[in-house]
């Protein structure tokens, strides 16, 4: 090959060395800048790493490091203070924990003595005269639209109830809320908070009334005659409904329905003092009267039964007591008197049942009248009468259910004009007694 030659292919080699080299230089510098891109990222995580193990191995050397040692005297204050704070966290919290059991306890007491007053409360008599023998009639009027807290406090202002609120409470769980009539009752300062709710729902009396008496030991004739005289009814028409009238009580359930009775109430229409209105009906006028006997019966009679005698027995006995003995203090021991003849099966031979019999009203019984036959008449019959002879008030009742303990088998009174009796345990005994009687008339 010549020289020229060479040269050309000397250029040429050149040549395509050079555009050989073009071509890779651009390759290479991408895949560095490239490498350097994905490698930045291990970069921080290895400069992470290392400052981590530096970090290390900084506390490992610090622990290396020798602890300076405290002197003995300044750990024993140490250790004294570290006590003592100690004991005052541990005496704050005494404190604190007895604090909240006395504060517990005096709350627990409070509760309790608050719930103790209350169910006190309710175990108490509901009005001032709940227990007493005989109570005080008070007039009460309920004006037209009042409310049971309106009539409460009107009950508690007559002295008729003590605490409103508990009128109120029985009102509503007894479901007499709300039901209440105006008008004008008369209640008595005895009576329960039940029997004056009962009462309250059956309407007043009207405003233009006035007051009538019945006396104790008034028999059905003299009341049905003091009606009529009165111009209030007709006697007939009070008699008529004494026997026929029906009344709900539970006094009168047991009571004897035998033919032989003269009036079938008669004995249960209490002796008292009565507000009317004009037009009052028979049937308004008993049913009064044996509300007020209720009354009685609840509070003294019902819880002093026993089974030696029934209620129509012990009335029976207070009707004779009320007719027969006029000194209070005597009442008991005629009951005593009474007890005892019919323990001994004596006759009673009283001469208030030989009256009634008659349906006489004279001062003295003759030796004829004793043999007036009457299954009332006491001379006669065995035992009590069929019934009882009058309408006894609380006194006679209460001597009746509570007798004295004596041996009196006889009484009679003591000089004439006079109204105590000798009582005496012989038949020789009341001889003499019986003389000086007679002795005093003349």
Not at 166 to 191: A, C, P, V
Not at 311 to 336: F, K, N, W, Y
Request: net charge negative.
């Amino acid at each position: 090959m010549d020289r020229e030659d060479n040269n050309q292919w000397g250029n040429e080699k050149e040549r395509y060395l050079r555009e050989i080299l073009q071509q890779n230089a651009v390759p290479h510098t991408e895949r560095k800048q490239g490498q350097k891109q994905q490698t930045r990222p291990q970069k921080q995580q290895t400069q992470q790493i290392q400052q981590t193990q530096r970090t290390r191995q900084q506390a490992r050397q610090q622990t290396k490091q020798p602890t300076r040692r405290m002197p003995e005297r300044q750990m024993q204050e140490a250790r004294r203070n570290a006590e003592i704070r100690r004991k005052k966290q541990k005496k704050k919290k005494r404190s604190k924990k007895v604090f909240s059991t006395f504060f517990l306890i005096f709350v627990c007491l409070g509760l309790c003595l608050g719930a103790f007053q209350f169910f006190r409360s309710l175990m108490m008599p509901s009005n001032p005269g709940v227990g007493l023998d005989t109570g005080e009639d008070v007039s009460v009027t309920i004006p037209e639209g009042a409310t049971t807290s309106d009539i409460a406090e009107i009950l508690k202002e007559k002295n008729l109830i003590t605490s409103p609120f508990r009128f109120k409470l029985e009102s509503k769980l007894n479901d007499y809320d709300g039901t209440f009539q105006k008008g004008i009752y008369t209640l008595n300062t005895s009576m329960t908070h039940q029997q004056i709710m009962e009462l309250l729902q059956k309407g007043g009396e009207a405003e233009e009334n006035y007051q009538f008496l019945i006396p104790e030991g008034f028999t059905v004739d003299k009341i049905a005659q003091k009606l009529q005289d009165s111009e209030i009814m007709s006697a007939e028409e009070f008699i008529n409904e004494v026997n026929t009238g029906e009344f709900d009580y539970e006094f009168l359930k047991d009571l004897p329905t035998s033919s032989d009775r003269k009036y079938k109430l008669e004995g249960y229409l209490f002796p008292a003092t009565y507000t009317l209105y004009d037009g009052v009906t028979a049937h308004e006028l008993i049913d009064k009267m044996l509300q007020r006997f209720e009354i009685e019966y609840d509070n003294t009679i019902k819880d002093a039964l026993t089974s030696d005698f029934t209620l129509d027995e012990i009335v029976t006995m207070a009707s004779i007591i009320e007719s027969e003995i006029q000194v209070p203090e005597e009442r008991p021991r005629a009951a005593g008197v009474i007890r005892n003849r019919l323990k001994q099966n004596m006759k009673l031979q009283m001469d208030a049942t030989v009256l009634y019999a008659q349906n006489s009203n004279k001062n003295r019984v003759m030796e004829a009248d004793l043999e007036y036959n009457s299954p009332y008449n006491t001379y006669q019959v065995d035992g009590l009468p069929v019934g009882p002879i009058s309408n006894p008030g609380a006194a006679a009742l209460e001597a009746a259910l509570h007798p004295e303990d004596n041996n009196y088998v006889y009484y009679v009174v003591e000089a004439y004009g006079k109204s105590n009796h000798i009582f005496t345990e012989t038949y020789e005994e009341f001889l003499q007694a019986k003389e000086n009687y007679l002795a005093s008339r003349e």
